[in-house]
């Protein structure tokens, strides 16, 4: 892993930088059946070029970041399709290559002295997400920091395996969980990770902690580069960041869903019930969500090529 922060370096480059969008709505917006425990996980045993196509896709769009395919992959979830666990850390391992070959490929045909080099983020995703039974929007694990970090500690290494640049440790309903994998980041010297939270409104993150009292439990832990949310409504955006701006000074990373919501009876995406005074997308909020304190911006669900390529427009204005 590099030690170099490598948000900062693209900063260096860039007014702002851009995460990729969705990769699972994505996926399934092309014809993929996410069905399953594994969620887009499962197509790094069954369709890997799927994936690949979709990093290659937000890199043409404008992407500098793209968040592998790992958020859902584990060494027991993969076992509970038959598969071994040297098969298992393989596919983990792959989720990276995949997103590098995309990067790679990327490069090899657009790079410049004068925008930022394409990263690669190996996603960790929360506990609940290998429970797969919403557990990642509450928190309410039963767990102690302790456990939660033997938990997360095999795939982190694995993951770092093959060198992604930095690691998006995303989707996280609570500070203990939070805290334990900053100590696993911390075991190893230079690696570098954001840690972004899922929030209930503009104050909370989504077991009821203050984000505030999260920017600053995490503000001064050794390898994490950024702090943020993810995977919340847009109207909750410009207020998260100001609560984590007064507590820190580290760069904000904010990649919120589409405005949809999913219903869990129908399961199926309907249109949000955001307050008139919200963004209605990533573009028209980001210009709010910049001038707040936020310093990397993206999409998460029900976002795709088309959102980040707006945004990648918006910064084009923005830098002239």
Same mark, same amino acid.
């Given at each position: 892993m590099p030690t170099q922060d490598p948000i900062a370096a693209g900063l260096a480059r860039a007014p702002y930088l851009i995460v990729d969008g969705a990769l699972a709505t994505e996926l399934q917006t092309r014809g993929h059946d996410l069905?399953?425990? =594994?969620?887009?996980?499962? =197509?790094?045993?069954?369709?890997?070029?799927? !994936?690949r196509d979709v990093h290659t896709a937000y890199f043409s769009? $404008?992407?500098?970041?793209?968040?592998t395919a790992s958020y859902q992959a584990t060494v027991e979830g993969f076992m509970r399709l038959g598969l071994d666990a040297a098969s298992a850390e393989a596919l983990i391992r792959r989720s990276v290559t995949l997103a590098k070959q995309a990067r790679d490929?990327?490069?090899?045909k657009h790079a410049s002295d004068h925008i930022p080099y394409p990263l690669v983020a190996a996603s960790v995703g929360p506990y609940g997400a290998y429970l797969a039974d919403g557990s990642e929007y509450r928190g309410d694990y039963g767990l102690d920091r302790a456990a939660l970090a033997d938990f997360h500690r095999p795939r982190l290494a694995t993951l770092l395996e093959t060198q992604p640049d930095l690691l998006a440790i995303e989707t996280l309903p609570s500070l203990d969980e939070a805290l334990a994998l900053a100590e696993l980041v911390a075991?190893? +010297?230079? /690696?570098? *990770?954001? !840690? /972004?939270?899922?929030?209930? %409104?503009?104050?909370?993150i989504s077991d009821g902690?203050?984000?505030?009292?999260?920017?600053?439990?995490?503000? %001064?832990? +050794?390898? !994490?580069?950024?702090?943020?949310?993810?995977c919340t409504a847009l109207e909750h955006i410009e207020s998260l960041i100001g609560e984590i701006r007064n507590q820190c000074t580290l760069p904000i990373i904010v990649y +919120?869903?589409?405005?949809?919501?999913?219903?869990?009876? *129908?399961?199926?995406?309907?249109?949000?019930? @955001?307050? @008139?005074?919200? +963004?209605s997308n990533l573009a028209e909020g980001a210009s709010r969500w910049l001038a707040a304190?936020? /310093?990397?911006? $993206?999409?998460?669900?029900?976002? $795709?090529? %088309?959102? !980040?390529? /707006? =945004?990648?427009?918006?910064?084009?204005?923005?830098d002239q």
């Open positions: 069905s399953g425990d =594994l969620w887009s996980a499962r =197509l790094l045993r069954d369709d890997p070029a799927a !994936i769009a $404008g992407a500098d970041i793209a968040i490929a990327h490069w090899a075991e190893r +010297p230079g /690696t570098q *990770a954001w !840690i /972004t939270f899922s929030a209930r %409104d503009g104050q909370h902690t203050p984000i505030a009292e999260c920017a600053r439990a995490l503000r %001064d832990r +050794p390898g !994490i580069c950024a702090i943020g949310i993810n +919120p869903n589409s405005g949809e919501h999913y219903d869990g009876v *129908a399961k199926r995406w309907v249109a949000g019930c @955001a307050s @008139a005074k919200a +963004p304190g936020a /310093t990397v911006i $993206g999409g998460c669900c029900r976002t $795709g090529p %088309d959102d !980040i390529a /707006t =945004l990648a427009q918006h910064r084009r204005a923005a």
